[in-house]
């Protein structure tokens, strides 16, 4: 799933952006190898000692949707990592990468859960699954709108999945085809950008033509719809 999936968050060559200064070979790769293991969620007791807590229970959260208490925790987790890596080249300045790994672990926390209806409706989306994707809308609770960490929507997913039922079906049901993602990009941007090199005439291309379906203002925007 090329990086977006809900259950498997990464940040591949993302942690140099995030610290925002030059790497340090031997304790920043031991930081790198950190960060990909609370991504991956692995439970190895290295560098993932527990998820970071989401509150749904809280005063504030009472009147908000799950999807967004979920992912206003995952923006709390995220500054806390970066705030932690941060804190942990400082203090392995000048370690190997073995000794600088002993330092980090137990120390972070894992990012938190994705809600399970959540990341369920997530995947059929992406697998094409129409009729899982039917069956967990029928949950009122359950919003087609919702955002995962990249801020991308089920709509997004199918789009780029190529699943052309997916895609007619969450629009039939409501789903903005002008929402944008973390990039500024649009459900027709990511699609364009999935499929019209090898597959111009691509059915999902096709059907965002015929309604018209708004581009977005990042870089996918700019790449031609055929």
């Keep these: 799933m090329r990086g977006n999936e809900p259950g498997g968050m990464f940040l591949s060559h993302a942690f140099l952006r995030l610290v925002g200064k030059p790497w340090r070979r031997s304790a920043s790769i031991a930081c790198v190898w ?3 293991h609370w991504h991956s969620g692995a439970r190895t007791g290295a560098c993932v000692k527990k998820d970071f807590p ?5 005063t ?3 009147h908000r949707k799950p999807w967004e208490v979920w992912l206003d925790a995952f923006d709390a987790w995220d500054r806390e990592r970066k705030r932690l890596c941060e804190v942990y080249l400082r203090r392995t300045e000048g370690l190997d990468a073995a000794a600088a790994a002993d330092v980090y672990q137990g120390k972070f926390p894992r990012a938190p859960a994705m809600p399970e209806s959540m990341l369920a409706l997530y995947q059929a989306a992406y697998d094409g699954d129409i009729v899982k994707l039917a069956d967990l809308l029928e949950d009122e609770e359950l ?25 007619e079906y969450l629009v039939d049901m409501g789903a903005d085809l002008g929402m944008m993602d973390r990039s500024k990009d649009t459900a027709f941007d990511l699609a364009i950008d999935e499929h019209a090199e090898r597959f111009p005439e691509h059915p999902v291309l096709l059907f965002f033509r015929a309604v018209e379906a708004p581009r977005g203002q990042g870089l996918k925007s700019k790449l031609p719809s055929r």
């Design 34 to 36: 950190a960060v990909k």
């Design 143 to 167: 919003d087609i709108s919702c955002r995962d960490h990249n801020l991308q929507t089920p709509l997004m997913f199918a789009a780029m999945a190529g699943s052309l039922e997916c895609v």
């Design 60 to 62: 504030w959260a009472k």
């Design 54 to 58: 989401v509150d749904y229970d809280a």
